[in-house]
Structure formats: structure tokens, C-alpha cells
């Protein structure tokens, strides 16, 4: 085991505090090379695909790496903003906003992002946080609904960045805040807002990422953390049961997934003569290549042609007032105890 050295202390004084915010991650550009390095590193990760390691190494680099790049740069390509990926211009903007927002209330502290997967890396943003002279961290993965696949890589990553440090800062770790009544009112007003432009649906569909059935069965909670946020968004909506429905979305390989799935529902809801839907990802906090792509396109594609009439996706929390209002509240109550 090497330790690195410490890096030399600030000459300006900076705050002892900070946040890092965690997102998933995106290529860093929409071409087959980029998203290959992306894929490579994402797919790799055991808490993403847990299938033994030989077996999965030899479909990932035999198959995965070499037929799927071209295809989904190419959706990338769709959404790609001027400033770079959605999730990555989102998530950084939310960084901004959140360090803004906890000055308002008092707290002096540094606020970064990173990626789990891609750049900017979280030991890499770890880093220069300690290098800024922070010897207090709070993580703040940006997965209301704790997942092992997510919120615990998220905290992998941090573990194996911490064996090589010699001078550990103090580490909190927010694992969830699916049922947070700021989060959910934030929300709220999302939905509320839509509906005060448009009008309201006939049904409202909330997508939420799909992960195979067998991690629910051996005791993961994200299945049923993303019942809890659709059930308290109802309610708050005043919805009546045969008003919404949860569904999982970006379903991968032939094991059966979490259900219902949201395109097929989706299809079967066309069929039905539901006229309008309204969709909406409450998991993703910013919007990315699952929601703008796989919904808004594809699921958006999908309903009409099986006979349904409007198609609404409903954006992202991204930089909403009430949202970041609701992280920085988050925030605060998970950095009780820490001088300000």
C-alpha cells in the first residue's frame, strides 16, 4: 500500500467543509471512442453487472464493446447540448447553484461535482476538495432511491480513493431522500407547473430506472423506495389511483427486469384509448440520455404509433428554484454538527 503525499497547505484560508455532489457519470463526447471508454469502465463495475467476472469479460469485450458504442452515440448525438452532455451541464450547474444557495443560509463551504463513471472522477474532484484545504466532506450522490448499483458504487468509489490517503478528511455519506417532503414538493411543482401550461393528462406515467428483478429478490430496497417517491407524488398531486402509474425503464439483457416496463405500458396504454400521457423520471434528478432520448424519442415514438394522441415528457428537476432549495436542505441536515 502507497500512501500519496499530503498536498501543501492553502495560502488563502478556504472552507473546511464541502460537498461533493455524485452523478452517474456520461462520455465526454458523442462519438463510438468516447462512449466506448465510458461503457468499458460503467459495464466493468461488479455493483452494476453482477455476473461472474470471467463470463461477463468475455460478452463485454467480445460483444458489448464492439456493436454497442456506434449505436449509442449516435442517440447521445440527439440530445448533445452546445455545452456538452445534459447530465454533465445539468449536475455541474446544480453544483453551482447549491454552493449559492447554502451561502444564502449561512454556510461558508466548497460545493463540487462529479462522475462515477467518466470525468470529472470522484477521487480525482477528492483531491483537489483536500488540496482547497477540506478536512469535512459530505457526498451527496444524486439517486433520491438508494441502489446498490448506484449509491453504494458511489460510496466504492470513495473507500478505494481513502486507501491511499494519508490524512483522511471527515466523510459523510447521504444514502437516500426518496420520501424527503421537500424533494417530493419540488416535484410537485414540476408536475403542477406542466399541468398549469398544458392542461392535464388522461394518465400520468412515472419512469423510473429499471434493474433486474433478482437484486430486489435478494434485498435491495430500490424497488420499493421508488414506489414510496410515486405514491407520496400522487398524494401530493391529489391524484386518484387509476390517474398514474410507476413503471421501469432501460431494461438490458434477457433476465427479467423490474416491472411494469414503460414502453409496453406505455403501448398498452395507447391501445386502451388513453389518449394523453404525461411522462416524468422522478429518479433522475438532471436531465441525460435516458430521459431526453429513451423517453422523450423513443417511448414518445412508441405511444403515438400504437394509436395514442398526445405525448408530454416532463422535464427534470435540473436547476428548479425548489429543487435546489430541497438539496440544499439535504445538505444541511446531513452536515448537523460541522461549524458552518
Known sequence: MRFSPEPPAPTRPAPATAVLLCNLGTPDAPTAAAVRRYLAQFLSDPRVVEIPKLLWWLILHGIILRVRPAKSAAKYATVWMPEGSPLKVWTQKQARLLAGYLGERGHRVQVAFAMRYGTPAIGRELDALKAAGATRILVLPMYPQYCAATTASVNDAIYQWAQRVRALPELRFVNRYHDDPAYIAALAKRVSDHWMSHGRPDKLVMSFHGMPRR????????????????????????????????????????????????????????????RRVDVMCPGFTADCLETLEEIAQEARDAFLEAGGAEFNYIPCLNDQHEWIAALSAIAIRHMQGWPA
Open 215 to 274: 437484486t430486489r429478490d435478494l434485498g435491495d430496497p430500490y424497488h420499493g423506495e421508488c414506489l414510496e417517491t410515486g405514491r407520496l407524488l400522487a398524494q401530493r398531486l391529489d391524484l386518484k389511483d387509476d390517474q398514474w402509474v410507476v413503471t421501469f425503464q432501460s431494461r438490458f439483457g434477457k433476465a427479467e427486469w423490474l416491472q411494469p416496463y414503460t414502453e409496453p405500458t406505455l403501448v398498452g396504454l395507447a391501445k386502451q384509448g388513453v
